[in-house]
């Protein structure tokens, strides 16, 4: 079946940088989108960026300009998404999704979420 | 970037209630309009796409309509699994904007 699978979480201090893995199985890596969405404690969805494992293009929020990388590794079918200069305010939990090939398009599946929590 | 905005924030009500959730885009999304379901502690899944189809395996109490800005997500009777938090999310272009979430809990 078609699924996502992260990395485990992560406790990073302040300034440190943090790269959480997104390992696809069940379809072909190349043929979909794969977006970053992460959610605070207690808070709503926060879409984060987007990569297309095709060509490594990537698209990210205004946001995170500077601070995250998406990247992929084709022989693996997986997705990274580093974050650096990590702040308190950073903790959340990271998923990615994978974006369905039609032209209106959702998210779905979904990782089951990797927890980033900063602290000194 | 389109503004999403759900309403209610939250919302209590009983086993076999029927409930709807709004979300509304700060421009046109034509019907570029998703809902996903999300339990505590799990990842968000898709329950309606583009704005009225119901996602393979998902409950037919569950309904989506609108077009344009204004969208509804229709719970026909509740049940006990479907108190969770619901979102709507705008595909038209990115970033790829959700709503703020409705809390859907049990009165």
């Known amino acids: 079946q078609v699924q996502l699978v992260q990395s485990g979480a992560e406790v990073k201090k302040p300034g440190a940088s943090v790269k959480i893995s997104c390992k696809a199985s069940g379809y072909t890596f190349t043929t979909y989108y794969i977006h970053w969405v992460r959610q605070a404690p207690g808070q709503g969805l926060e879409w984060m960026g987007i990569i297309n494992p095709s060509g490594g293009t990537t698209n990210y929020a205004q946001k995170f300009q500077g601070r995250v990388t998406m990247t992929r590794d084709t022989s693996t079918s997986t997705v990274y998404m580093e974050l650096s200069s990590l702040r308190y305010e950073d903790t959340a939990v990271y998923y990615c999704a994978r974006e369905s090939a039609t032209t209106i398009r959702w998210f779905d599946p979904w990782g089951q979420g990797t927890l980033v929590t900063v602290s000194s | ?107």
């Open chain 2, 1 to 107: 970037d389109i503004q999403m905005t759900q309403s209610p924030s939250s919302l209590s009500a009983s086993v076999g209630d029927r409930v709807t959730i709004t979300c509304r885009a700060s421009q046109s999304i034509s019907s570029y309009l998703n809902w996903y379901q999300q339990q505590p502690g799990k990842a968000p899944k898709v329950l309606i796409y583009a704005a009225s189809s119901l996602q393979s395996g998902v409950p037919s109490r569950f309904s989506g309509s609108g077009s344009g800005t204004d969208f509804t997500l229709t719970i026909s009777s509740l049940q006990p699994e479907d108190f969770a938090t619901y979102y709507c999310q705008q595909s038209y272009n990115t970033p790829r904007t959700f709503g703020q979430g409705t809390n859907l809990e049990i009165k």
